[in-house]
């Protein structure tokens, strides 16, 4: 059974709005905002914010998971397995992002990018 929920998006930059990417995805795709340019160093984690606040209707969570795509080529995922997100929280969705991989990560102007040190 599906249900339908409406969940109200606020940008707070200008980003993108969560989409989902495929016809049977069942979770939005965030884009990061950097407000500029954010690098993440190898062995390092860092607060990213999202640019949007979310309002999730009461009795239902939000979750922030880890990218696969994400994890595999730049070896950068969510600190946390799966952040929730409450239905009384409106401030902005951040995600803490970790660097496992080789090469540093930067984040400009809300696209991943990556390059060696």
């Known amino acids: 059974m599906t249900v339908k929920v ?7 930059a200008d980003v993108p709005l969560p989409e989902y990417h495929s016809q049977f995805a069942r979770g939005w795709t965030f884009a990061p905002c950097s407000r ?6 190898r062995a390092s984690a860092a607060l990213i914010p999202t640019g949007l606040v ?9 979750q922030l998971r880890p990218r ?6 730049h070896g950068v995922t969510v600190l946390q397995f799966a952040r929730t997100i409450d239905s009384d ?4 969705v951040k995600v803490v ?15 991943p990018e990556s390059r060696s040190l």
């Open 89 to 92: 929280y409106r401030g902005e």
């Open 68 to 73: 696969s795509g994400l994890a595999l080529r």
């Open 97 to 111: 992002l970790i660097n496992h991989g080789q090469e540093e990560f930067v984040v400009c102007n809300g696209r």
């Open 36 to 41: 500029g340019r954010s690098c993440l160093r």
């Open 6 to 12: 409406k969940i109200r998006v606020k940008r707070l």
């Open 54 to 62: 979310i309002a999730i209707p009461e009795g239902f969570e939000g």
